[in-house]
């Protein structure tokens, strides 16, 4: 019946907006899907908030009784998890990608394990090579999920590598106590083994628009993977490189990694600071401290300075009102909380 269906509209932050019909009691993501609209999304059940955007018009409620991952203030404020949410009018929605972000739906690879390396005391170094014939296309800072042999388990990695590193893959895992990825690549994982994974996922990724703005990193522990791949990405591509702050920080000095990886980017990319941290024991040139705390007054010199953050939780909250505080735009600060898979 024609009362029971909406008309609601994505808009794209490029400009493109998309609008398709939905059914009443029905999950606009699901509504989106089957009208191939090009949204992110992951998990389809609330607790991943790849889909989340923002209501803009109309009304659209979370289905009643499903658990979601958003704050009340943040619904209160019209952020929406798609999956969840019901049409109750029609309404639009702002999403903060482009329309051509989700066009590249995930797919399942097979890769042999090139090499398993510990590269500081509780990191694991894990490089792949795609099976002949297989391609996995994605943007840096998205994440892919492994399945690991023997658990019946997934877990949900970002590449330190780049797309031009294809068909290698190379992921910083970091070693929990009893955790399966960390059991699988201590004990069992051995050369030419084949794992599964699927990708890309998540909303984390270097926006394209913002390339050519200064750019400012803050990573916590193997938050550094995705930021790596970033950093790679803005050497890779054409033209003059923006100015860039890598502040990158772990718990001692046994715990710090791929410093001889950051140092060879500081040489090719000359627009690189690097500010490397600890919290415990710092050795000569080190900041005495976490990430955020080495930001200091003038690292922001650009309204149109856009930063990426990935680390834990406190550390991505701290960042963020410590880089408003500096001057950088709410808008044009992106995270990826690190929440550690056993």
Not at 163 to 183: C, N, Q
Not at 276 to 288: A, F, N, Q, T
């Amino acid at each position: 019946m024609k009362d029971q269906m909406h008309q609601v509209t994505v808009n794209f932050s490029d400009g493109v907006s998309r609008s398709f019909d939905v059914e009443a009691g029905t999950s606009i993501l699901d509504a989106a899907i089957e009208s191939e609209i090009p949204l992110l999304y992951q998990c389809r059940s609330g607790s991943c908030s790849t889909c989340i955007a923002q209501l803009t018009e109309g009304e659209a409620h979370t289905r009643a009784g499903a658990s979601s991952t958003l704050l009340a203030s943040e619904y209160a404020s019209g952020q929406r998890l798609l999956c969840l949410c019901q049409a109750q009018s029609n309404c639009s929605f702002d999403v903060p990608y482009g329309s051509e972000v989700g066009s590249s739906a995930a797919r399942e690879v097979h890769a042999f394990i090139d090499s398993v390396d510990r590269i500081a005391s509780n990191v694991m170094r894990l490089t792949l090579e795609l099976a002949e014939g297989e391609w996995m296309e994605f943007r840096p800072g998205q994440f892919m999920q492994i399945q690991v042999p023997g658990f019946e388990v997934v877990r949900s990695y970002s590449p330190s590598s780049t797309t031009a590193d294809v068909p290698k893959m190379e992921f910083l895992i970091r070693l929990l106590p009893g955790g399966a990825m960390s059991s699988y690549l201590q004990e069992k994982a051995a050369q030419d083994e084949v794992l599964t994974l699927s990708g890309p996922y998540g909303a984390f990724f270097l926006r394209e628009e913002s390339r050519r703005a200064p750019h400012i990193f803050v990573a916590g522990g193997t938050g550094l993977a995705p930021i790596l791949s970033m950093i790679d990405s803005l050497r890779q591509g054409g033209g003059r490189k923006p100015p860039m702050l890598l502040s990158f920080g772990c718990l001692n000095p046994q715990a710090l990694f791929s410093l001889e990886n950051i140092e060879l980017r500081q040489q090719w990319l000359p627009s690189l600071d690097v500010r490397i941290c600890v919290d415990h024991d710092p050795e000569p040139g080190m900041h005495h401290g976490n990430p955020v705390s080495a930001l200091r007054e003038g690292d922001v010199t650009s309204p149109d300075t856009v930063a990426y953050l990935c680390g834990p939780q406190p550390m991505i909250d701290a960042a963020t009102k410590r880089l408003i505080e500096l001057g950088v735009n709410p808008a044009n600060i992106f995270a990826e909380q690190f929440v550690a898979s056993h």
